[in-house]
């Protein structure tokens, strides 16, 4: 359930057994919200002071290692078996009719790209204009249809693409598992650093991401066909949510997305409907 404020509702407190805060950070609010729900076994990263809100072992977030890795680190301390398979998404075979079903109404031929322009932070985001520049050269020079989605807070950004290009479908909004259905059925996601990213990689669809100032160390994805373009700058990987000159996103320019896009539909198989 949503936390209005940040706080955890007074009628919660006290109805949890366990609480585990995977907050790889030192920022105390995930490790106060465990705490205020007063459950027996809390868990949590060791950093500034955080164990202290914490009833079992924490162990340290290490700098260098990915938030898959830190996760497992975390269970494991708490005596949770560890298994090093990598994330994986089930869709189920009603799930992919639904999703052909959608996008067939939108007349979208193959290869299909699956454009989610969204990020959690401003800092996140490239430019919606360079995304509908990209949509353009990917539907003329690859015959791709490239499909627009958007979740919560985001119709605005999306519109700004299909309003700026009539090469840009729309497929949003989309659910959570509406989501993972359509990328399911893709030859390419094409986006931020963001959640859907990440539910491409879990899926194994080819991904190309623009990372800001992500730590590509902690939030790459894992999947082999996923491809991150970046630009370092000597302030990156900040972590910042808002930056007033934006450089190692704002640089890379829309040739090196285009390139790096048609490089990986080239190599992967045009995925066929069942």
Sequence with gaps: MPLLGGRLPS??????????DFTPDESLAGARLAAATRATWRAGFAAAGRQAFFTLPSPPAKAASHIVDLNRDLLEAIGVTRR??????????KERTWALARVAAQGAAQPRVLVHPGGHFPSQRWPAERFAEV???????????CLVAW???????????????PDALPI???????LVSVTSIVDLFLG????PLHVAAALG??????????DLRRFAPRDPSARVLSRFVPCSPCGRGRCWHHTCLQSIEPREVIEAARALLERAPVRRAA
């Design 135 to 145: 949509i353009e050269r990917l539907t003329e020079s690859a015959g791709a249809a």
């Design 172 to 178: 949003g909004p989309l659910s959570v598992r509406e």
């Design 151 to 165: 979740g919560p807070l985001e119709e605005g950004l999306a519109r700004r693409i299909l309003s700026a290009t």
């Design 11 to 20: 009628e919660l407190a006290g109805r949890f057994d366990m609480a585990i």
């Design 205 to 214: 669809v080819p991904s190309l991401s623009l990372a800001g100032p992500t």
């Design 192 to 195: 931020n650093n963001s959640g």
């Design 84 to 93: 090093d398979s990598e994330p994986s998404l089930p869709v189920s075979e």
